[in-house]
């Protein structure tokens, strides 16, 4: 749990498994009043009524909330009162989305640069906000202020996709998200800990070893959660204990996976484990946009969080089956708008309508981070290298590192059967996609390290990207990150 204070954090890794629970049920029921209550349920109430909007009215809604936070920023926020002037244009000739590539994008590094510049003038009481300290995958993260009662609406978004399967607020929830839960040092379970006010459990993503599976499991069999909520790589290690020790007594209504890539072999495993299915969220710290995948399968963005565009590498729309990278606006977070922010995550856009009923824009998957792109000696972008592992099951995880243009480094967890059989498909694999110039190099390894907060990297580039506009301004995007 992230207590925020070192003598509260000490008395918490240092107690008893009771009194651990005990003191994150007080904690949570703090700040669960900021998250629930009669607002959060106005807002879902809301969401639940114009997620059924048709086309042309979700757009209305849109474009209403858009010139809201253009015509605010304009006024209140240092950095964009400058440079609408500097930009030569105002916010009143602003008037629908389209009209948005007037502006720049901004990069994540002048935000870091000057934060407080971003913030509203009419936020600036303590009291009337809160900031979000982010764990950030990579670089530098930025604090982000929220209004205050602003995550009652974050919660009411994610609840409102949750539904989608059957579930409702305060249904038992597991939770594989990364938070220190037990002392890293600890060798014997438990390795979570439970929330009483949320009906809750929290399990810790640094002990889950091949050694603790078993112990989770079988807290994970007592607790028979109706949801799992996590990254895809801790719930997919989970899945395959399940299914290898023929354990089907877990039998959630829904999974829930964010942050990190979700991959089709982990999404078929965690089917078949838990017997559910599997939602995938897409959205970052600064709050901007947000793509949720329904209860049909589809990727939906959703058009009242965010304005979400992706761009090719020419600036413009990406064509619906290439990928592109995210810009986003946010359109709730009037303390700290982003607008035409550059969030360093791809995606490929598609065409079309979903069988469930809901308007919006289809994306057709979620690529990942720019730097989780492999870039190819000729140019191209590879992203979600998953096919190159496609039915292998002696490859428990993998990593690339590139190293150079032509040159990447795989990292291998093996297990029993790997042989040199499977590095010469895997080569082959990578060959028709990467071409003949690419040399590779394996290492066998026990175990993939995990960033300070959990989460795992499928690539690591240290070969610079050319992206979109960063390209014209000679800027490298994702610089800050790009040594991991
Ligand atoms: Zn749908």
């Not at 629908?96 to 000057?114: C, G, H, M, Y």
């Not at 598609?350 to 919006?360: E, I």
């Not at 140019?379 to 032509?406: C, N, T, W, Y």
Request: contains cysteine; positive net charge; aromatic residues 10%.
């Amino acid at each position: 749990m992230a207590f925020g204070n070192p003598f509260t954090r000490w008395v918490y890794d240092h107690s008893p498994m009771f009194f651990r629970s005990f003191m994150a049920t007080v904690y949570s029921r703090g700040r669960g009043q900021r998250k629930f209550g009669p607002k959060f349920e106005e807002h879902l109430a809301d969401l639940e009524r114009t997620q059924w909007y048709a086309a042309a009215e979700l757009r209305a809604l849109q474009e209403e909330k858009l010139r809201r936070v253009l015509w605010q920023a304009e006024r209140h926020v240092p950095f964009y009162r400058g440079k609408f002037a500097e930009w030569g244009v105002t916010a009143r000739q602003l008037r629908q989305r389209s009209d948005l590539t007037r502006l720049p994008i901004v990069e994540k590094s002048t935000v870091q640069a000057n934060p407080a510049t971003f913030r509203s003038a009419l936020y600036l009481e303590p009291s009337s906000v809160e900031i979000i300290h982010s764990s950030g995958t990579t670089g530098k993260a930025i604090d982000v202020a929220v209004e205050a009662g602003y995550l009652k609406l974050e919660k009411a978004f994610l609840w409102l996709q949750r539904q989608w399967c059957g579930v409702k607020p305060g249904d038992r929830t597991a939770y594989f998200t990364g938070h220190p839960v037990v002392p890293v040092a600890r060798r014997r379970p438990p390795f979570w800990v439970f929330d009483g006010s949320e009906k809750r459990t929290f399990f810790s993503l640094q002990h889950l070893s091949k050694d603790n599976l078993p112990a989770y499991a079988a807290e994970l069999a007592r607790f028979n959660p109706l949801l799992l909520v996590g990254y895809p790589t801790a719930i997919y290690f989970m899945a395959l204990h399940l299914c290898e020790s023929g354990i089907t007594s877990v039998r959630p209504r829904g999974i829930f996976t964010a942050s990190e890539t979700l991959l089709p072999h982990q999404r078929e495993a965690m089917e078949r484990a838990f017997g559910c299915k599997v939602m995938d969220l897409y959205g970052q710290a600064e709050y901007c946009g947000m793509i949720m995948q329904c209860e049909q399968g589809s990727y939906h963005i959703a058009e009242e969080y965010g304005v979400l565009e992706i761009l090719g590498r020419d600036g413009q729309p990406a064509p619906a089956g290439e990928i592109g990278e995210i810009v986003c606006t946010g359109l709730n977070n009037l303390a700290m708008p982003f607008i035409r922010y550059r969030t360093g995550d791809t995606a490929v856009p598609k065409t079309g309508t979903c069988s469930c009923g809901r308007a919006g824009a289809l994306v057709e998957r979620i690529t990942g981070r720019l730097e989780d792109v492999v870039v190819t000696p000729d140019g191209r972008f590879l992203s979600r290298l998953d096919f190159v592992f496609k039915e292998m099951p002696q490859v428990l995880e993998a990593q690339m590192i590139q190293e150079a243009r032509d040159f990447l480094r795989i990292r291998i967890v093996p297990r029993p059967g790997f042989s040199e059989a499977d590095k010469a498909r895997i080569t082959r694999n990578l060959r028709e996609r990467a071409g003949n110039e690419m040399r590779f190099e394996f290492e066998l390894v026990d175990h993939i390290p995990r960033l300070p907060n959990g989460k795992f990297r499928y690539v690591i580039s240290k070969v610079p990207l050319e992206f979109g506009t960063a390209r014209q301004t000679g800027e490298v995007i994702g610089a800050a990150g790009r040594e991991a």
